[in-house]
């Protein structure tokens, strides 16, 4: 029971990766010959300033910063 448990979720990982990856590609090649309002140009500048922030603590992350942080505290 567990392996058609683990099968099943491997699946729809997989089938939810497809989705994506299918959304991702139309918008790829529908949006840009599109010119939008100010707005959402504005919107989009703030979301891709937060994505790119948000690669700092990833990388931290990685690099085992926030462990050696830990040990030097306690």
Avoid: K
């Amino acid at each position: 029971m567990p392996n058609t448990h683990i099968a099943l979720r491997s699946l729809l990982l997989r089938l939810a990766a497809a989705v994506l990856l299918v959304l991702l590609f139309v918008l790829a090649t529908t949006l840009p010959g599109r010119r939008y309002a100010p707005p959402w140009s504005r919107s989009a500048d703030v979301l891709e300033s937060l994505l790119v922030l948000s690669v700092i603590p990833l990388a931290l992350a990685v690099m085992g910063v926030y462990g050696q942080i830990r040990t030097a505290v306690s």
